[in-house]
């Protein structure tokens, strides 16, 4: 990307922006559409609302901060370490409790669980961003591990962190298609004003992934690259 003279800055700034934006909006479908946020409630639908707030601001959004930590903050290498580090843990703990709202949901609501490809791309995925955090730590942050093995094990840890974001989008993606779905087999508008922000959150949720993952792969700074030169003739 430092050869496209790609910053990463711009791209953590519009980021915060569209983060901002998703939160805003997901609270406003699970509360002023769906009727507010519950953990026990005889309405059971208000223990479901918790599910996707917690997981797109929880667990996406803190999971996006953590990995634009080392992009964004302006201390030393060693402290971004940890604020990473502790990000990525805060979201995991909330992705547990958002997925433990959607199996309490369920239960109390005499619905089965883990039926849909939402559900098991969501258990997937949690477990890798687990191994990942585990992994990330034994590591990077725990001493004991060889310089040697560390420089060769940092970009398939960057790799495969991403990976896992990019499943966790698309799990998020799945699960507003899911909602959406049945509350349009119920009282739910297909063209009303509810259809509308959940798609709309939906696409900007994508656009926030988007522009962390450009924010990860570019360079905090470009480097110069060499005036370009045809190639000589035989």
């Not at 547990?96 to 109390?108: D, P, R, T």
């Not at 974001?165 to 909602?179: D, P, V």
């Not at 924010?215 to 045809?230: F, W």
Request: some cysteine.
């Amino acid at each position: 990307m430092g050869g496209l003279g790609v910053k990463a800055a711009p791209f953590t700034y519009v980021s915060h922006v569209l983060a901002v934006v998703s939160a805003v909006l997901v609270l406003v479908w699970c509360i002023h559409f769906r009727g507010g946020l519950a953990f026990e409630s005889s309405n059971k639908n208000l223990i479901f609302n918790l599910h996707p707030v917690l997981m797109l601001i929880g667990f996406i959004i803190l999971g996006s901060e953590a990995i634009m930590a080392y992009k964004v903050l302006p201390w030393s290498h060693d402290v971004n370490k940890v604020i990473h580090l502790v990000l990525h843990a805060i979201a995991i703990v909330l992705g547990i409790f958002g997925i433990y709202c959607a199996f309490k949901f369920h239960n109390e609501s005499g619905i089965a669980n883990l039926y849909s490809l939402h559900s098991w791309l969501g258990i997937g995925t949690i477990s890798l961003y687990v191994i990942q955090w585990i992994f990330g730590l034994v590591t990077f942050f725990v001493p004991g591990a060889s310089p040697t093995f560390k420089r060769g094990a940092l970009p398939w840890h960057v790799l495969f962190g991403l990976f896992v974001y990019i499943l966790a989008l698309a799990t998020a993606e799945l699960g507003f298609l899911e909602k959406l779905t049945f509350l349009e087999m119920g009282d739910v508008e297909k063209y009303g004003t509810e259809a509308f922000l959940v798609n709309f959150t939906a696409l900007i949720v994508v656009l926030f992934g988007a522009s962390v993952v450009v924010a990860a792969v570019a360079p905090a700074k470009v480097e110069e690259t060499p005036e370009y030169s045809p190639l000589p003739d035989n």
